[in-house]
């Protein structure tokens, strides 16, 4: 009796101890325990992703393609980048068509060019989202460098299109994840 009371407490700290280095674990970690077993930190990390960006995948897959860089596989989040790029001007073209549909196509071209910069949009969307710590990339390369962590959040989008079967599903999740900085920038 006494000896199953201590092996509990032993678990219990045991569980305790291993907690905290699971969920601090750096992104270097995260990569190179990746394969495989879906109680794995990369698992783990697209759990959390999920949650963040409010859509549970049909094909975690995709997901997990849209979190690999191309330094890391052969399999990789590329193509899926340049979906999620075309997605977000498509649905960013209705927003401000929607709003104003006198807007000129020069002002939609510096809405569109705004929305699309990497450092200043892009980067600091997927930033916020915490893929620096989650995608994978080769031990050579930074994974918060803002064209991966961009080609990532991207790739999130064209992702997702793929998952619904639809685009524009696609589009209002960039929103979602968009809006959330500052308060809506976007709104004034
Ligand atoms: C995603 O799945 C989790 C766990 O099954 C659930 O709690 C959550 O509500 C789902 N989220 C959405 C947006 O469907």
Redesign the pocket.
């Known amino acids: 009796m006494l000896l199953i009371r201590c092996f509990t407490i032993f678990f219990a700290i045991s569980a305790m101890a291993i907690l905290p280095q699971i969920q601090g674990m750096s992104a270097f970690e995260l990569r190179h325990r990746s394969f495989g077993f879906s109680s794995s930190p990369f698992s783990a990390a697209l759990e959390i992703l999920?949650?963040r960006i409010?859509?549970?995948f049909t094909s975690i897959g995709l997901l997990r393609r849209a979190m690999t860089h191309s330094s890391f596989s052969e399999e990789n989040n590329r193509a899926l980048s340049l979906l999620g790029a075309s997605i977000i001007q498509t649905s960013a073209s209705m927003y401000y068509l929607q709003r104003d549909i006198d807007i000129s196509s020069k002002d939609l071209s510096l809405r569109l060019t705004e929305i699309s910069k990497v450092e200043t949009s892009c980067a600091v969307d997927g930033t916020r989202l915490g893929l620096q710590n989650m995608v994978r990339v080769s031990p050579k390369t930074d994974s918060s460098a803002p064209s991966v962590v961009c080609g990532a959040f991207r790739a999130i989008f064209g992702a997702i299109a793929l998952d619904t079967g639809k685009s524009d599903d696609a589009g209002s999740f960039f929103w979602a994840v968009h809006d959330a900085k500052a308060g809506g920038a976007l709104a004034s």
Do not use: C, T
Request: no cysteine.
């Open positions: 999920q949650k409010g859509y549970n």
